[in-house]
């Protein structure tokens, strides 16, 4: 009953209207609601096309597709052990064209990267098509002095998700990559009490870093290369 209310509510000619839809199928979506069961992944599944529309249409209000994206980065989640590759993909698509504008909204490059996350969890070797958009647009944020905490945080998780689930691909950005993560975990070595999740998501990164990149290829580029050694001083 309630998804097909949320369908109809979401496709309303009222932003508010679809606001308010998406605000209460993100609600039902978040992990400790359990609202939601596999018997609901076919009735679902039309909310990806929905939500990426929303997202995608630049006419749309910014805080519409922010909470678009937010709550397809949960359906992403919860759908994928479910659902093909081929439902998965477009959404991986559209989130990356979203990172890689200049003029996408942070608020909007926030979300679109949690979407990114869960995406490449689901795709795993699949997504290594967009890696060539991906990386460079990731490294650019971690690269940013002026990037809020929520951006960056946003990006140190994606960054997390890539090492856990495509390490293997991730060779030819290990280098930029590996000096972001030591100058930034640096910088915020003594960091305020509000970016204490920065930091316990820093560290974790690190920890992925030495688990899921082979020796032979981290030990030797990190010897090789001044700038990164010096990083880590």
């Known amino acids: 009953m309630l998804i097909e209310v949320a369908k109809k509510l979401v496709n309303s000619q009222l932003p508010l209207v679809r606001c308010r839809a998406m605000e209460i199928l993100c609600a039902k979506l978040q992990p400790n609601a359990n609202f939601f069961s596999k018997e609901n992944v076919k009735s679902l599944e039309p909310f990806m096309a929905i939500l990426l529309k929303r997202a995608r249409k630049s006419k749309e209000p910014s805080d519409n597709r922010q909470t678009a994206l937010f709550t397809l980065h949960l359906l992403t989640k919860f759908m994928a052990p479910q659902v093909s590759n ?42 290594v098509i967009h890696l060539g958009q991906i990386m460079p647009a990731i490294i650019k944020f971690w690269n940013e002095d002026q990037a809020s905490d929520h951006l960056l945080l946003a990006t140190v998780t994606a960054t997390h998700k890539l090492l856990e689930n495509v390490p293997q691909f991730l060779s030819p950005y290990l280098e930029p990559l590996v000096c972001c993560v030591c100058c930034l975990s640096s910088r915020k070595e003594n960091g305020s009490v509000k970016e204490s999740r920065l930091i316990m998501r820093l560290s974790i990164v690190q920890d992925t870093l030495v688990k899921h990149v082979e020796p032979r290829v981290l030990i030797p580029m990190m010897m090789e290369h001044r700038h990164i050694r010096h990083c880590l001083k």
């Not at 990356?96 to 996408?104: A, G, Q, R």
Request: proline share 2%; charged share 20%.
């Open 86 to 127: 081929e439902v998965v993909l477009p959404v991986l698509s559209a989130a990356v064209d979203l990172i890689c504008k200049d003029t996408t909204e942070t608020k909007l490059v926030i979300q679109a990267l949690l979407v990114v996350s869960e995406s490449v969890v689901a795709l795993k070797a699949h997504a």
